[in-house]
């Protein structure tokens, strides 16, 4: 017998966090990641969830072939792997290695900037079999079925990716300074109402959204500039934070109107601000001190 809709969204919904950090990790943006996941609640919906006896690791498959499918098609167009890897994180950092405590210590401080770009280098099986394997440790014999190879090529699929993961140091990402400056001062120039300077640090096409009901989005430097200092004037505490593991502002934390500010940074000029204000997208968030 179908389960109810109801039941069969609830259950969905309990996978739904976890699929979310999969797909991020595999796409590097929280929009695509999004789409990735929707795509397998509509598969869910039109298949006979009956018959499903581990509805987490079908799930998982399911997301896993859909950003497969993703990055294949993202390379044939040669369209950038990552549109918005340094704002739009909406997971915790939950990570699994089972590759020794080495390891491990150096795949969990690398997830961030530097870890993304170096898997933005991989070819796409290469990047599921490392992702779900290395992060999620999905087995390998199930990570074979949905690159449709033997379980000892998925293997060396996530060998190979490994090596070249490792070989490149976590602070090695020579923009993360720079990334960080500029947050930095973007929200010591908000604080100041200074738009002047905040139209200096911004594109001049930057985009500005919010998750809030019946928000509309805002373009363009001098808009954005001056949205950000009204921004700024109406919050309590805001302060820059690590959000996922990238250069943040959080305000109002402690309080029902909190909110978090992510940003996407090009040639030290901010392109896209993403504002999170809905409690579960908060909730979902990473938020930590900046060392």
Excluded: K
């Excluded at 976590?170 to 960080?180: E, L, N, Q, T, V």
């Excluded at 500039?225 to 934070?241: H, L, T």
């Amino acid at each position: 017998m179908q389960p109810d809709n109801d039941f069969l969204a609830e259950s969905f919904e309990s996978h739904r966090s976890h699929l979310r950090s999969v797909a991020y990790r595999m796409l590097g943006s929280h929009a695509e990641a999004e789409d990735a996941v929707q795509e397998a609640w509509l598969r869910l919906a039109r298949s006979r969830s009956d018959d499903i006896a581990n509805l987490g690791g079908w799930l998982t498959t399911v997301v896993g072939r859909v950003c497969l499918d993703m990055l294949r098609t993202r390379r044939q167009r040669r369209e950038e792997a990552w549109d918005d890897v340094t704002s739009n994180a909406a997971e915790s950092h939950r990570t699994r290695v089972e590759t020794g405590p080495e390891q491990e210590a150096l795949l969990t401080d690398s997830v961030g900037v530097a870890l993304m770009i170096v898997l933005d280098t991989l070819e796409p099986a290469e990047r599921l079999a490392f992702v779900l394997h290395d992060m999620f440790a999905v087995p390998f014999d199930e990570i074979a079925v949905m690159l449709d190879r033997t379980p000892a090529a998925a293997r060396q699929l996530a060998s190979r990716a490994r090596r070249r993961v490792q070989g490149r140091a976590p602070d090695s990402d020579p923009g993360a300074r720079a990334r960080r400056d500029v947050v930095e001062a973007f929200l010591a120039a908000a604080r100041g109402g200074d738009v002047d300077t905040l139209v200096q640090l911004l594109a001049p096409d930057v985009l500005a959204r919010s998750d809030a009901p019946d928000t509309q989005p805002v373009r363009g430097a001098e808009a954005v500039a001056r949205s950000a200092a009204m921004f700024a004037g109406r919050s309590g505490a805001a302060s820059c934070a690590l959000v996922d593991g990238f250069p943040g502002v959080v305000a109002d934390a402690d309080t029902p109107a909190r909110r978090a500010m992510l940003f996407t940074v090009r040639d030290n000029r901010i392109t896209i601000i993403d504002v999170v204000t809905t409690p579960d997208r908060f909730d979902a968030l990473d938020i930590a001190p900046l060392p």
